[in-house]
């Protein structure tokens, strides 16, 4: 199916934790609605960070994308609205659940595909947050995205999670018969510091060097506090390092045509 202009679907994964998954999605977000488009962020991780950053504490797993996935709960009605004019399907502890009670079927992992593919579905482009397993819910973000942006700090234990995600998604091939669309995303880049530089030189020879991003997102303490203040890092520190490297994301992204 063909999306309007201006909408495209993307997920933010990596198996491994903490590596500025949610710091990414939610300044992404930022800056597609800083371009006047309304975004969607889809809040698919039990820890539920993105939604508490944007304010929003569903009292219920009924009120969140939960109740989509265990009775089919249109999305419209979960859908809130957040201060800064993002659309948000928020996340709540119980969805951690959802694997047992779902499994993996073609059905299951394609759900949320389905859903975003009705019209009228998407208000502008979607972010999803993933959480750090390959679990029901990043299989269906994976089955929705047309892009994959994995976030890698830069470690080298990182750097072997990368390796994994790469070896899972390819593993998922077959059933896409195409390669999923990806882009490395390096984080916590600091040129100082002489691993950053090594695990920047292997990430190039154990991925697609034209499947890393050429924009980096150094290490910026503005981008760790904002979330504290509930507020992404253009509404905190528009002028900071952290707020120049996600807008230069977004371009790279538009310019290579993922973000319409
Ligand atoms: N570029 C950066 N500079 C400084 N701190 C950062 C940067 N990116 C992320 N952080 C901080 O690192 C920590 C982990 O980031 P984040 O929560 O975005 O990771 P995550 O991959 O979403 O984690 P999880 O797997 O638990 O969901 C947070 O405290 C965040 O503020
Ligand atoms: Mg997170």
Redesign the pocket.
């Known amino acids: 199916m063909r999306y309007p202009r201006g909408v495209a679907i993307v997920a933010v994964f990596?198996q491994?934790?903490?590596?500025?998954?949610?710091?990414?999605?939610?300044n992404l977000l930022a800056a597609i609605g800083q371009r006047g488009q309304r975004p969607l962020a889809i809040d698919l991780?039990p820890?539920c960070?993105l939604s508490h950053v944007f304010g929003v504490h569903p009292r219920t797993a009924e009120d969140s994308i939960y109740s989509f996935f265990t009775r089919q709960r249109p999305l419209a009605d979960i859908a809130q609205i957040t201060k800064s004019g993002a659309i948000l399907l928020p996340a709540h502890l119980e969805l951690a659940k959802l694997d047992t009670m779902l499994g993996k079927g073609v059905n299951v992992v394609t759900r949320l595909r389905v859903a975003l593919h009705e019209p009228g579905a998407l208000p502008g482009p979607a972010v999803i947050?993933c959480?750090?397993l390959l679990n029901v819910l990043s299989l269906n973000a994976i089955f929705a995205a047309d892009l994959l942006l994995v976030?890698v700090?830069a470690d080298f234990l990182s750097l072997k999670g990368a390796e994994q995600v790469e070896r899972a998604l390819n593993a998922l091939e077959p059933v896409f018969k195409r390669r999923l669309p990806r882009r490395y995303l390096l984080?916590?880049?600091d040129a100082r510091r002489r691993m950053t530089a090594e695990v920047e030189g292997r990430m190039r020879e154990v991925l697609r060097a034209e499947e890393v991003c050429v924009t980096r997102?150094?290490?910026?303490?503005k981008?760790?506090?904002s979330?504290s203040m509930e507020v992404d890092i253009f509404r905190h520190a528009p002028g900071s390092r952290?707020a120049l490297?996600y807008a230069a994301l977004y371009e790279e992204l538009l310019g290579a045509g993922f973000l319409r």
């Not at 491994?16 to 939610?26: F, I, R």
């Open positions: 990596n491994k934790g903490g590596v500025g998954k949610t710091t990414t999605a939610l991780d820890q960070h947050d959480c750090p976030p700090s984080t916590r880049y997102i150094r290490e910026n303490v981008l760790a506090e979330p952290g490297d």
